[in-house]
């Protein structure tokens, strides 16, 4: 949130000594105040050795200042709109406004005589390079990724939605350290609530530092102690812009690598991002493959646990008897084994994501041949807990995004725990209770489970990916638009084939 | 959340009130069925389902009617509320009977009262606008797992053995007629709390879960086992019956999943339906999550009891239901109605 700033003196002594005290330039090596003397007049270049690029002060800000004569007008309007070669050359007028833009990489101007700061945009800090994205990897469609890079990232999300309808709108918060958002959304397919809401919730968070997207996103979210995410996080510019031309608002950040999207339900979430890249007979069997995996993930582990411990009689009698002769010979409970096996699956996973890329190799050794087979061999678990668990794993990396795993093991988790508690009986009731909770769920306002529940007017690709030219709609965040007629417009209309 | 409302979200949650209360009509009318039918097995009467359905559709325009801008006496509503009630009873208590069949050893208190717990739960703080999703949500699921269990069951019991749907004799048909109007009537409930929907959406619903239960009785009284007829069997056998005709070991789970999943939706709407007819005849908008958590409290120790007695009670106060349906629409009727 901005807030009002401490102004700037207009005496050219008192000003530069409030920004070397502010900007603790005498404590911090690279906080650089260069002075100069140019067109008869004391002045002083403001920047963060480092942020700004000292080529580009050099040649477009000393050079001209230096062989410049002084002007018989204003003197900042003259500099501003006459001496610098710059594209961006903005006037300030308080400390605060003058600091965060330094430190944000650009250089403060200030000259005796001239009231105020000049601030010029002469950024150049290191970043990374587009680059692939790292966890939404895709079959088919770009392989570009965002970075941390504010200006990069939109840049990316502007070559591939190039219309003056996207709008892109910079908000700051943080109230000690200010980060740079930017709020993009197109104008025409937006609902007006949404960008009001959204706006409304970035101006009223009040916080120190926003550290990151993460910390943003909970911040904003209507219900956050739900296990589900209430926005689409994502690291591909594709699947952002999708997300602005199905009505939603998308969030960059500074230092974030990934963009937010809002609103977003549950099935923002299930499609992935390649689903329409591909034909559709294609998207269709993956997102059916992967609403089996993701009920495997679920229910396989408690259905089984229940099954084998409570109701026996619901199971054929050879598989039975596999159960039974697998684990006569094991110490543990069935119970026992699930939950300690479903907890080394998970710190296996931990395990990975953090162990650096060289020693990757010896953790599928140790996770693949030390507790897995050496465990089943020496009879500490049962062979059927290992195929049960691994599979609901798999299962559970159908999920597009990294968020509904990790839910799905969480819900998974509490379900083994009901099924173990009392079998079906207990359990059924606590995927109810699920199911209820997350129907309450909403995404500024909009229903989580929409267009299925409630049924909304939607296009006929929710659940299962159908032809693209069945779509007449933008769906059901979007404002209601007419259909520009056909998409496939070459094909003849059938009366007169 | 400040945003406001749109005007097609209220429309759908009419629309999704009105299939909750459908599949929550159908919930009761196959806890109807294991009561009253399944234990008077004879000659062919089946023709009798056919003739109540112009009169339930009667009853509904005729709600709709007398409803319509015509708001009864608060305080009447308090009668609706314990038909919601009543509904929930036999809901909480068919839940314990299938518990009781699926596992014998099983405290019927303590399930009795875990689910009403987890249930407080899951109706704390719930929108209004939940449980009319979760209807379509469950649509999906129970219908198809429901129909599985019908084609595993299908081919694997004998022939031509009808029944009369509602028992013989005048007595008999009487009680049976009433509980099925009853159960209707219930899944009206909303009219007293909302705006009547289009009588296409008010209409069709009720009347496909009415067909639907209708042919369940139908298909499970053309392919109920010989054995079955002489037998006496508890509710929960009853509920369970594709899977006793079946060998399928599928079908089993299928089936015990699907009618708990049934029963909690009609016991949890029942119970919430209760709760805002409770809140509106008070003069609230609601009468809150603590209200949800009580009623549920109080239905478990009639749900817990010995089965049979429950049972009994049950099969004579159920069909008392129109009555308490009916009595408010009366004096509705005789008001002008609201501009």
Known sequence: ?497 | MTLPVPSYRQAALARDTWALSALNLYAQVTVGLALYVYGAVSTPGYLSVLLAMPLLSGLLLLTRWAVQKRKPPRTLLLLPCAACLLDAQSALFSLCALMADVMPDISLPAAALGCALLLSLGLYRLSPHALPRLSRLLMFLIVPMLLFCGICAAGHGKAGHFFPLFGYGPLSILKGTAWILGAAATACCPLFTMDPPPVKVLLIPPLLSLLGGAATAFAAAYLMPVYALSAAHTVGWRLLLFTHMTPSVPCWSVQVCAEMLLLLLSLTVSVDRAVRLLGVSLGKQAAGSRAAALLLLLLVPAAAAGIPDVQEALIRILPLRLLLYLIPLFPAAKRRPES
């Open chain 1, 1 to 497: 949130m901005e807030k009002e700033g401490q102004k700037l003196p207009e005496d050219y002594a008192a000003r530069l000594r409030l920004l070397r005290e502010r900007s603790h330039a005498m404590e911090s090596e690279d906080v650089v105040i260069r002075p100069f003397r140019a067109m008869g007049r004391e002045g002083a270049l403001l920047y963060v050795d480092g942020l700004a690029r000292s080529e580009d002060m050099e040649r477009f800000i000393l050079k001209p200042l230096l062989a410049a004569s002084a002007p018989e007008k204003d003197i900042r309007d003259h500099i501003r709109m006459s001496l610098l070669p710059l594209a961006s050359v903005t006037v300030a007028e308080d400390a605060d406004q003058v600091l965060t833009r330094v430190f944000s990489g650009d250089a403060a101007l200030i000259l005796s005589a001239m009231p105020g700061a000049l601030i010029a945009d002469v950024k150049g800090f290191a970043h990374r390079a587009v680059g692939q994205p790292v966890n939404e990897s895709v079959v088919a469609g770009p392989h570009e990724g965002f970075t941390e890079s504010l200006r990069d990232n939109v840049v990316l999300i502007r070559r591939m939605l190039r219309t003056p309808d996207l709008i892109s709108e910079e908000i700051t918060v943080g109230d000690e350290v200010p980060t740079r958002l930017c709020l993009m959304y197109r104008r025409s397919v937006i609902q007006r609530d949404t960008v009001d809401e959204v706006r409304r919730r970035l101006r009223l968070i009040r916080v120190d530092y926003v550290s990151s997207l993460g910390m943003l996103e909970q911040l904003m979210e209507d219900h956050p102690f739900s296990l589900l995410p209430q926005a689409a996080a994502t690291e591909r510019p594709d699947r952002a812009v999708s997300f602005l031309n199905e009505g939603q608002a998308v969030i960059v950040m500074e230092n974030a690598p990934q963009v937010l999207a809002l609103p977003a339900g549950f099935w923002h979430l299930f499609h992935a991002p390649d689903d329409t890249a591909l034909r559709w007979q294609y998207g269709a069997f993956l997102r059916f493959l992967r609403l089996i995996g993701m009920g495997l993930a679920l229910l396989l582990p408690g259905v089984f646990l229940a099954l084998t411990v409570f109701h026996p009689e619901g199971m054929s009698l050879s598989l039975l008897t596999s159960v039974v002769e697998s684990q006569a010979r094991v110490p543990l409970t069935l119970f026992a084994s699930l939950l300690l096996m479903l907890f080394i699956f998970s710190l296996i996973n931990e395990a990975a994501s953090r162990v650096p890329g060289a020693m990757g190799a010896s953790l599928s050794i140790v996770s693949g041949l030390i507790l897995g087979q050496a465990a089943v061999e020496a009879d500490l678990f049962s062979p059927l807990i290992l195929i049960v668990v691994a599979l609901s794993g798999l299962g559970s990396y159908t999920a597009p995004t990294h968020a509904l795993t990790l839910a799905l093991r969480i819900c998974q988790l509490a379900l083994v725990l009901g099924a173990g508690l009392g079998g079906y009986l207990s359990m059924i009731p606590l995927l109810f209770v699920f199911l209820l909770r997350l129907m309450n769920l909403t995404s500024l306002g909009f229903p989580y489970f929409a267009p299925i529940a409630p049924k909304r007017i939607a296009n006929p690709d929710t659940l299962l990916r159908l032809p693209v030219w069945t779509r007449r709609t933008r769906g059901p965040l979007a404002r209601e638009t007419p259909s520009p007629g056909p998409m496939r417009g070459w094909e003849k209309p059938k009366e007169e084939k």
